[in-house]
């Protein structure tokens, strides 16, 4: 009954997680070359929110008395899936950066995310061209 409930729990999160980000993945645009800081505000949002679940994944595969490791990476790819590509659509840059966990035995290596920093939208750079005061 527990293992059911915490499936069920696990499965909830994970459509609840991918709800939220669907809109903002709709939302893009596929020629911006930086992020405003709506968008950027947006993607930061996604990835603390995904970390947090990952996180919560992790515990839950940690004090389940089976091995459920293939079923914890499915669910984490499936979350930083769409992030990767909201981040991509904007032009920023999503990274994950590997923690190992001992999850039923084993060690095991899920990646939290973190945004690399954007150019700054009309900055130096963001165009080819250099603010220049005469």
């Known amino acids: ?3 059911t409930r ?4 696990f499965l909830a999160m994970l459509s609840i997680l991918a709800v939220l980000a669907m809109p903002f993945a709709a939302s ?5 070359v930086t992020a405003s800081r709506g968008e950027l505000l947006a993607l930061n949002i996604m990835v603390e929110a ?3 679940v990952i996180e919560g ?4 595969a940690q004090y389940t008395p089976y091995n459920d490791v293939a079923l914890l990476l499915f669910a984490v790819d499936c979350i930083v899936t769409p992030i990767f ?6 032009g920023v840059e999503v990274v994950c950066e590997y923690t190992e966990y001992e ?8 990646d939290p995310l973190r945004v690399i920093n954007p150019p700054p939208k009309g900055g130096p750079g963001s165009n080819g061209e250099a603010n220049n005061k005469d």
């Open 103 to 110: 999850i039923d035995g084993q060690l095991v290596l899920v």
């Open 50 to 52: 995904a970390n947090v």
């Open 85 to 90: 590509e909201y981040g991509e659509s904007i």
């Open 28 to 32: 893009a645009k596929a020629d911006d």
């Open 1 to 3: 009954m527990k293992a």
């Open 6 to 9: 915490r499936i069920a729990l």
């Open 57 to 60: 994944l992790v515990k839950a």
